[in-house]
Each structure stands twice: as structure tokens, then as C-alpha cells.
């Protein structure tokens, strides 16, 4: 394939190379805070240092990126691994060496990341813009950005045989882009949460201007398979901020600031997912009192708290469902319907859809016979419990 998208039929079969591409890295993402107890599981963080040897990336007065990138990442690890002892924190790059952008994220994806970190420091045209800014794989809504993105893909030029190792991706072409822009990111939830908790951070823990979470075609985003962040923390075309960038104060708020911000994450992240320790020992337990029972017309109407639904079909894995386990698939209008917990009485579901409200605000209650949805007023009747 060229490095420029021709026609489109050349365009269509681009975006279903891309299309299975995305398929196959499509790992687990969520394990639950008793899952992780119990088996020893931790979180494994990678963070990438953008840039590195002959690659220097923006070049200030008097610094050059890939330096200021390699010294917040590595302070940035040693406060995740000082203070978080359930997290592990692994390194595309420790030294000043040249990784490929393919070879970063698939060093992320071979680890099974939970989260992926990549590091940088922006460049402009002019000496007067600053700020620091968070980007994730998305569509871009912004000249700007785009700018941005195509600076960081130019990294691949300096890889052998790049138009072959990344099917024809040119950094150059608007097009080539667009396209992998429009391969909408599976984990743009959890991602644009992550950036959003940065950039409080960079705001109020390191004094920096707030130029907000954006979205754009990053090559290295788009190859990772988990929740992915790449941090511009500051114009090295500016002074003022070359100067906080290089320093090591600037560089230990920065570092404490993404620090504190994957603290936070991690910790709602494992706290959403203990929903899913309660949904299943209240299913056993409900399960195993029903059983010893023989049944009238009225008990076999249950009550169930639908989360979301979906016209194709999900598989039943927590990741799929925010962490949610035990989750149950109820077909329904030509829609597939998920539900969790199940219970004798309306009251004991409202009561577990409060809890799930926490990551589904839309969630409520179902009723369902044999595991088929019914109207609820008529389970409410039977039941006789309006």
C-alpha cells in the first residue's frame, strides 16, 4: 500500500485492516478489588518517555524534549512505586534510546497494561504559548490539535521501513489521519477520565495553565490496547515554561501531579469494581435460599437491575460492563439487554441499582420471568410490591 490512501476502495480496506487490528488487541480490563486481593494481581502501569536517542524531539534554547520527557516519567515511576505498593511501573524507555512508536505500544500491550503513559513536551511557532494539555485518541475537532498529532506520528520517519511497519500511515497526509481517527477508541471513557483527573493536577497541584483534555490521531495511542494518555506538560518553545521544564522542581510538581492523578484513578477504578463482589456473593445467597423452595406463580417473578443495552451482542466480561461482574444477557425487541443481581422483591433491587448508580447513572429496575423481561407493574402485582 502506498503512503498516501488513493481511492476509495484502497480506503475501505485500510479501515478493515485497521478494524482487525483493533479486534486482536482487545484485552481484560478490569479486575475487581477482591479479585486483585485474592490472587495477587496488581496494576501494571507503563509509562513512555516520548522521543529518545537520535530522535530528539522539540529542541528549546537550551534543551532538548526527549531529556525533559525521560526525567518526569522516571520521578513520575518512582513516586507511583514509593507510594502505591498494588501498582508495578514499567518503562518503554529508562536511557536515552530510540524505541519505535510500534515497538512502545506493543511493549505495553505485551505487559498487559492497565494504563499507558506517554510523556512529552509541546512545541509552537511562537515563543508566547503555554500550558500543559492531555490528549487521547479521538477525532480531532481542532486545527491545532491536529498539528500536534502529525509532530508526534513524524517520530515513524525515523524508523526503518516505516510505510511497510505501519501499513502505509503517512504523517504527512491529512487523510491518513482522519482514518485512523475515525477507528473510535474502546477505551475513550475510561481514558478521558484519566486525562481530565491530569489535568486538575497540573492545574491546582502544579500552578500550570490548564489547556484542557483534547483528542487527535496519536499512533502510539491508537496501537495501545488500554486506557492511554499522551501529556504535553509544557511548551519548551516558551522561556518561561523551558525553564520550570528543565528545573527539578518543575519536574518533581509534574511528576507529582501525574502521580496523584493515577493515584486517584486507580483508587475509584477498584472502588466501582467492588460493586461486582457484592453483586455476586447477593446473587449466591439469593440463588441458594430460592432453591430449598417450591415455587408459586408468584415467585417466579425476579427483579433485576438493567444496566445497558445494546443491538449486538456483548460478551459477559467485566470489562465490557465497568468493571461489573455476574453480569446477566436478557434478549429483548431485537435488543440485547444486561442486567445484574437478581432478587425476590423490588425493594432489594432498588437498593442494588442505588449502589450500581455509581457507574451506571441510568440503570433501574427490571422484572423477569424464566429470564425473560416482563411488564414491571405486572410483577409488582403479583408480588405485592408496590
Known sequence: MGSVIKNGKERTNYIIILKLILFLLLPGFVISGQAREESGKIWTVVIDPGHGGKDPGALGANSKEKDINLAIALKT???????????????????????????????????????????????????????AETFIMGISK????????????????????????????????????????????????QSTDFASKIQVQFRERAGRIDRGVKQDAFLVLYMTSMPSVLIETGFITNPEEEKYLTSKEGQEYLASAIFRATREYISEVDKKSL?????????????????????????????????????????????????????????????????????????????FRKKLTEVYPDAFVIAVKDFKVVPLQDALNLTKTK
Do not use: C
Open 77 to 131: 515511576g518512582e513516586y507511583i512505586q514509593k507510594n502505591l505498593k498494588n501498582v508495578k511501573v514499567l518503562f518503554t524507555r529508562s536511557s536515552d534510546i530510540f524505541p519505535g512508536l510500534k515497538e512502545r505500544a506493543e511493549f505495553a500491550n505485551k505487559n498487559k497494561a492497565d494504563l499507558f503513559i506517554s510523556i512529552h513536551a509541546n512545541w509552537a511557532p511562537t515563543k508566547t504559548i503555554r500550558g
Open 142 to 189: 481542532d486545527e491545532q490539535n491536529l498539528e500536534v498529532a502529525k509532530k508526534e506520528n513524524e517520530v515513524i520517519l525515523l524508523e526503518d521501513d516505516f510505510s511497510t511497519k505501519y501499513e502505509g500511515f503517512d504523517p504527512e497526509s491529512p487523510e491518513s489521519s482522519i482514518i485512523f481517527s475515525l477507528m473510535q477508541n474502546v477505551f475513550q471513557d
Open 275 to 351: 460493586i461486582s463482589t457484592t453483586s455476586a456473593s447477593r446473587v449466591k445467597e439469593i440463588e441458594d435460599s430460592l432453591s430449598e423452595k417450591t415455587e408459586s406463580d408468584a415467585e417466579v417473578f425476579r427483579f433485576m437491575v438493567q444496566i445497558t443495552s445494546s443491538p449486538e451482542k456483548k460478551d459477559l466480561k467485566p470489562e465490557n460492563f465497568r468493571g461489573i461482574k455476574d453480569v446477566v444477557e436478557l434478549q429483548s425487541d431485537d435488543r440485547f439487554r444486561y442486567a445484574a443481581g437478581i432478587f425476590p422483591s423490588y425493594n432489594e433491587a432498588a437498593e
